[in-house]
């Protein structure tokens, strides 16, 4: 991977350049694993390989008799250059496992870190609970020591009960002045009737006794009318008469 460099000029600093993008970046380091090449100079090991077993097979496939040494040298070489493009397929198989198993540690240490984190869930979640629990009993705690003080603030039982006493006895009392102020007052209203009953009687009979005397009135004196007309009419009878 090539990488631009920084330059910068009038004292200020140019940002960093790169030759290859990101795309170019992974097709590069896809050839070069696929080619097993580590760096971009000098020949691909493949190609290497396939350049000694090309110049092997094409030793052995002449018909020269005097060639056998020519053949056992291209083989060697063969077999060396095969053994040294071997040996980083072998280290890439070995990492290849120890990323397998770093995998599978890492993944049954996920696994056993999701366990961990339900079981702290759900250890969280009963603590919350035995904290509401805590709560309520303390709550109701505060309330037995409040109606405690209560209590003690209050006088003693005797003294209470001799209150109580005390108070029966003057609602008794009470109850008794109640019952002779209502049978008094049932009294007074039956006596205030009657009075009401005797007057309105005495009125009508004054009534009475005045319409009897008015009309008494009246009648003696038409009578003394009439009498003085009577007189009246004799004295003029009279009067001719004579």
Known sequence: MLKGRKV???????????????????????????TRTTTTRGEPPLKK????????????????????????????????????????LLKSKAIVDANIREQENFNELKDETNRQILLAQADIEDLKKLLEESKVERRHKEECEAIRKLIAQQPPRSETQKLITQLEKEIMALDMENTAGSRLLELRKKQFALLLHVVDELQNTIEEEQKSLVEEMRIATEELKNGMEDGSGGSEAMTIDQ
């Open 49 to 88: 390989l396939q350049k000694k077993f090309t110049a092997f097979v094409s030793e052995v496939d002449k018909d020269e008799d005097d060639n056998y040494t020519d053949c056992e040298k291209l083989a060697r070489a063969f077999l060396q250059e095969l053994t040294t493009f071997e040996i980083p």
């Open 8 to 34: 910068s000029g009038r004292g200020e600093a140019v940002a960093a350049t790169y030759a290859f993008g990101p795309a170019e970046d992974d097709v590069i380091i896809k050839h070069r694993l696929l």
